[in-house]
């Protein structure tokens, strides 16, 4: 069962954060603003701006990006 941080820890307001209480996993959302782009092109957008944001390297490469279905859940997420 996954239980909510922010009900444990402040977790800023841009984020929601779920630990999985069994195997100490956890599921971290950054919530972003909506852009301009096509969706297939969202997830690398966000991932670049966030990287430009930390003053990350220009060394990164996303290997993969998928669609998820509409009744997709997340194992043990409430």
Known sequence: MAVQLSDL???P?????????????????EI?????IADIDAASYHFQQLADD???TNE???LITENL???FTFPRLP
């Not at 069994?22 to 959302?29: G, K, L, W």
């Not at 972003?32 to 301009?36: F, P, Q, R, T, W």
């Open 32 to 36: 972003l603003e909506l852009a301009e």
């Open 13 to 29: 307001d841009h984020q929601e954060v779920f630990v999985d209480t069994i195997t100490n996993e956890s599921v971290i959302f």
């Open 9 to 11: 820890r402040e977790i």
């Open 69 to 71: 279905r509409n009744n």
């Open 54 to 56: 930390n003053d990350a």
């Open 60 to 62: 990164s490469e996303i």
